[in-house]
């Protein structure tokens, strides 16, 4: 168990854990966009570190990357419940096949209202794939079509994953327990 300032870290998910699901989630992706041109969507901050190793594995060479920031925490261990749209897309996304990539779904607030945000820009298609869930603390329906890894409802950092832009680099996924 590693020290925080006032946190105890204890691994959840190991470094290769986390690859073996990474080269398992590459995989299902490479299948179902052979032959098409998707844009896969990093929703920054946390999704920078997974979507790097995952587009490092897809077997796609036909793929373009744009990335989105929405905010709903502000520093917090609890979403506000506001969820703001700080960077749009680069890219137009009209007629394309759009694949989010997502670290953690908590709530469903920021990424339900990302999705519905991309929706009103006619993508041909529109997929979401996250690392992590916490489906009991969901209090928006969202429909994940490439899913890593289910936890339990714990302050999660490491592997992208923050604490006021902190504990990113850690290459495992952490429980941050008082």
């Known amino acids: 168990m590693k020290q925080s300032s006032h ?12 690859a073996e699901t990474v080269a398992r989630i590459a995989s299902e992706i490479t299948r179902d966009y052979q032959k098409r041109q ?3 969507i990093g929703v920054l901050k946390g999704s920078f570190i997974f979507m790097a190793d995952l587009v490092r594995q897809l077997k796609l060479i036909d793929i373009e990357t744009d990335f989105v ?4 925490y502000y520093a917090e261990k609890e979403s506000s419940g506001k969820v703001t749209l ?5 890219k137009s996304i009209t007629g394309r096949d759009v694949l989010v990539i997502e670290d953690i779904v908590d709530t469903g ?3 339900s209202f990302l999705l ?3 929706k009103k820009k006619n993508p041909a298609s529109l997929k979401l794939c996250a690392l992590t869930e916490k489906p009991s603390r969901r209090q928006v329906a ?3 079509d490439y899913l890593g890894f289910t936890l339990p ?4 950092v490491g592997y992208g994953l923050d604490l006021n832009e902190k504990y990113r680099c850690l290459p495992d996924i952490y429980s941050m327990e008082k």
């Not at 920031?69 to 709903?72: E, F, G, K, L, N």
């Not at 409802?153 to 999660?156: A, L, P, Q, S, T």
């Open 116 to 118: 519905a945000h991309l």
């Open 86 to 90: 700080i960077q749009d897309l680069h």
């Open 109 to 111: 607030l920021s990424i």
């Open 69 to 72: 920031q929405v905010a709903s």
């Open 153 to 156: 409802d714990n302050f999660v």
């Open 142 to 144: 969202v429909s994940i």
């Open 7 to 18: 946190y105890q870290l204890k691994i959840l998910i190991n470094k290769d854990q986390i």
């Open 38 to 40: 998707p844009l896969l």
